[in-house]
């Protein structure tokens, strides 16, 4: 493996891009940032929220954008920003997660966004559906979010179309923020997001197979392209357009407007395999994801986080090196017990699919123990 010179991005992950010198895409996007047009990027921003205003008479519900929401840091900042800084009338969106899997911080802070005066359109598709998909995705590909992702990004269009609502407003642009998937574009443009890696085209033919029959997946499925090109539904990424648009300031705002962080146990930084306790609110499964992709790729959340923080300057790589080899890849046991409880699977049948994950090309077995044989340097 190599690493980023400036971050702690490694060269692992699935089409990354780095340069002659060896540092990473994302950190070449922010060594730009300052001779970006943010002036030109806002006035661009007050035209689209200007044409879905514009969209009013013609519509069959009373809103000019839809915000996709979680609850999170970055919900509360978009819908605050439509609201309050380009004067739209925003529907949030929300697509919740089964009660075994959402946390209570995470539903108290979706409550908070809504009391900060915004209407929302609450989805909840079936559990035992939303179980099968997710154990199958974990047994199949090692990443049981394969599963929620298509319902998380289809529902927005979804209701976009159903009620005529011309825009919606997603947060950042991954690829400009993480790099990898360039597929979805670099600009402010989300109206590829269907194409992404993530997604693909929003097959959900895998699902199929498994028990899950097609009337079961309505809300799994993305809209189809010619309905979006049809009903003129617009998607845009606000990070796009907005300089300071990242986790620091977004949390910031977040919680100056309510937002509460994670707390007690939750909060333990060596079992939630993070270095924020402001991230990932809603939800504890996640933590077993980023776990997993560690074993593939040999980076984990952590290090995602801090490469982040290293190149908004808010800490030195060093210190980021030392943080992540603490951090990286951690779960605690108790969150992989009520995840196996969950999906209907002893921990014993966990280790088998998450230890097959282990890419021999970076961990090797010494002493009953798995050990990266390079770490981040
Ligand atoms: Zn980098």
Same mark, same amino acid.
């Given at each position: 493996?190599?690493?980023?010179? $400036?971050?702690?991005?490694?060269?692992?992950?699935?089409?990354?891009?780095?340069?002659?010198?060896?540092?990473?895409?994302?950190?070449?996007?922010?060594?730009?940032?300052?001779?970006?047009?943010?002036?030109?990027?806002?006035?661009?921003?007050?035209?689209?929220?200007?044409?879905?205003?514009?969209?009013?008479?013609?519509?069959?519900?009373? !809103?000019?954008?839809?915000?996709?929401?979680?609850?999170? $840091?970055?919900?509360?900042?978009?819908? #605050?920003?439509?609201?309050?800084?380009?004067?739209?009338? *925003? #529907?949030?969106?929300?697509?919740? !997660? *089964?009660?075994?899997?959402?946390?209570?911080?995470?539903?108290?802070?979706?409550?908070?966004?809504?009391?900060?005066?915004?209407?929302?359109? !609450?989805?909840?598709?079936? *559990?035992?559906?939303?179980?099968?998909?997710?154990?199958?995705?974990?047994?199949?590909?090692?990443?049981?979010?394969?599963?929620?992702?298509?319902? #998380?990004?289809?529902?927005?269009p979804k209701v976009g179309i159903l009620y005529d609502i011309p825009l919606i407003i997603y947060g950042e642009n991954y690829a400009l923020t993480w790099g990898g998937d360039s597929s979805i574009g670099l600009d402010g443009d989300a109206n590829r997001m269907k194409y992404s890696h993530t997604l693909k085209g929003g097959d959900v033919e895998p699902f199929l197979q498994r028990e899950c029959s097609d009337d079961l997946l309505y809300w799994h499925r993305y809209p189809a392209d010619d309905l979006i090109k049809r009903s003129e539904l617009r998607m845009i990424f606000l990070g796009y357009y907005l300089r300071d648009f990242n986790d620091l300031t977004n949390g910031k705002l977040a919680i100056q407007r309510g937002l509460q962080q994670r707390t007690g146990e939750d909060a333990i930084l060596e079992d939630i395999g993070q270095t924020r306790t402001d991230d990932a609110l809603d939800d504890d499964f996640v933590i077993i994801n980023q776990m997993v992709k560690y074993f593939k790729f040999g980076f984990g959340k952590a290090s995602e986080q801090l490469s982040l923080m290293v190149r908004l300057g808010a800490i030195s790589r060093d210190k980021a090196l030392v943080l992540s080899r603490r951090l990286d890849g951690k779960c605690a046991p108790r969150y992989i017990k009520r995840f196996c409880n969950y999906i209907g699977i002893t921990e014993e049948e966990f280790w088998v699919v998450a230890d097959s994950y282990r890419n021999p090309e970076i961990w090797e077995r010494c002493d009953d123990q798995w050990i990266l044989k390079e770490q981040p340097r």
């Open positions: 493996m190599r690493w980023c010179k $400036k971050c702690l991005e490694p060269d692992t992950r699935p089409d990354c891009i780095f340069d002659d010198e060896g540092v990473c895409f994302p950190c070449k996007v922010s060594e730009n940032v300052g001779e970006i047009d943010w002036q030109a990027r806002r006035q661009e921003l007050e035209k689209i929220a200007r044409w879905a205003k514009s969209n009013r008479n013609r519509q069959r519900s009373c !809103y000019d954008v839809i915000i996709p929401v979680s609850g999170g $840091k970055d919900s509360h900042r978009q819908s #605050l920003y439509a609201r309050e800084e380009l004067g739209l009338r *925003p #529907l949030l969106v929300t697509l919740a !997660y *089964p009660p075994e899997q959402q946390t209570k911080l995470g539903a108290d802070n979706l409550a908070n966004l809504i009391g900060l005066g915004f209407d929302c359109f !609450y989805i909840s598709p079936a *559990p035992e559906v939303w179980r099968r998909m997710v154990k199958f995705a974990f047994m199949e590909y090692g990443n049981w979010c394969v599963a929620t992702e298509l319902a #998380l990004h289809s529902a927005a």
